[in-house]
């Protein structure tokens, strides 16, 4: 027998052939693998083998140290559903220093507004921490810009200097939000359009468990002559969803700046029945609608007024059957 590694191993491993069949390999490495054990005792220079295996334990690595703090401030840009219902956005100052950052005054800067926004609900930023502040949207951004590509900027007032601080929008909040703006603009220049208050069930009666009902859509032209608005297809919501079963109403409303006032009713249904939806759904009552306005396609948010809101929430908890849980 040969030693290799200081274990003996059989000569006869020698003798298996490379052609042998796979499962008479593994015969055969099974009666080789046996031949130490039953050899070892009739062999005086055999090496003594324990035979109780051996159990490694991996001491895990501890993580790998923080990255020293750069000294600077980071910003960026986000908006919730509950910001963009209140017409808001927050920019969020990241203190990466190693101390309590306390600002007086934050102000954002964007060509595509026309006026500076200056930040609410100051408060001190620890190190190494988060911290989002509110900033009102304007009425009427500036529309003649609402396609540049730009990089606003924050300017921080805190502890006794002014800092400028490049902001990041990872989700475009302010693109998006001038874009739909300006369409909504643009679209009362041609009608107002609005939700009716009152969210029509079958009959005088209660709403009982599994009813639907229609939600109106009210167009009112402004008498400018010349010009179209179609709207047409309206999105679904986590609560309000047509009867049918699909995501959106095509209602195709066609709408001329001169013509008369029009409504449209889309039968309704409550989209899911789970409290969860409609504890988190903070646009719940913010349709998303497709329009044509003279020609160009886009999307603009109509949100119902809250009489309006309040009666379609209502007439939801009744159907799914929540009133009384």
């Known amino acids: 027998m040969d030693r290799r590694d200081g274990r003996r191993v059989p000569s006869t491993l020698a003798m298996v052939p490379s052609s042998t069949s796979g499962r008479a390999a593994l015969v055969a490495l099974a ?3 046996a031949l130490p054990a039953c050899s070892a005792a009739d062999d005086p220079d055999a090496a ?18 923080e990255p020293p703090p750069t000294g600077r401030l980071l910003a960026d ?21 190693t101390g309590t950052v306390t600002p007086t005054r934050i102000v954002y800067r964007d060509p595509r507004l026309r006026a500076p926004l200056v930040a609410e609900r100051l408060r001190p930023a620890p190190a190494q921490a988060e911290r989002g502040y509110t900033l009102v949207l304007p009425d009427r ?15 921080v007032r805190h502890d006794g200097r002014t800092e400028p601080v490049e902001v990041e929008d990872p989700t475009d909040v302010v693109g ?66 047509p009867v049918d079963g699909s995501s959106a109403w095509s209602p195709r409303l066609r709408v001329r700046g001169d013509g008369p006032r029009q409504e449209v009713r889309l039968p309704l249904k409550p989209t899911r029945c789970d409290t969860h939806a409609f504890l988190e759904s903070g646009g719940a009552t913010a349709l998303r609608l ?21 009666a379609a929430i209502d007439f939801a908890v009744a159907s799914c059957g929540l009133g009384n849980t």
């Open 141 to 155: 951004p500036a529309c003649a810009a609402r396609d540049e590509r730009v990089t606003g900027q924050v300017v």
């Open 48 to 65: 003594t083998v324990d035979p109780s295996p051996s159990i490694r334990t991996l001491t895990p690595l501890p993580p790998p140290p």
């Open 176 to 241: 998006r939000f001038v874009r739909a703006r300006c369409l909504e603009l643009a679209v009362a220049e041609v009608a107002r359009l609005r939700w009716s208050d009152e969210v029509v069930a079958p009959g005088d009666v209660p709403v009982q468990v599994g009813d639907t009902a229609a939600l109106t859509l009210v167009a009112v032209p402004t008498g400018e002559p010349g010009r179209e608005l179609v709207v047409e297809t309206v999105g679904a919501t986590p609560i309000l969803s």
């Open 31 to 33: 009666l080789l693998l």
């Open 77 to 97: 840009l986000r908006q919730s559903s509950r910001d963009a219902a209140l017409g808001r956005i927050q920019v969020w100052l990241d203190n990466d220093t």
């Open 290 to 310: 497709r329009v044509v306005l003279d020609g160009e396609p886009g999307e603009l948010v109509l949100r119902m007024g809250p009489a309006g809101a309040a």
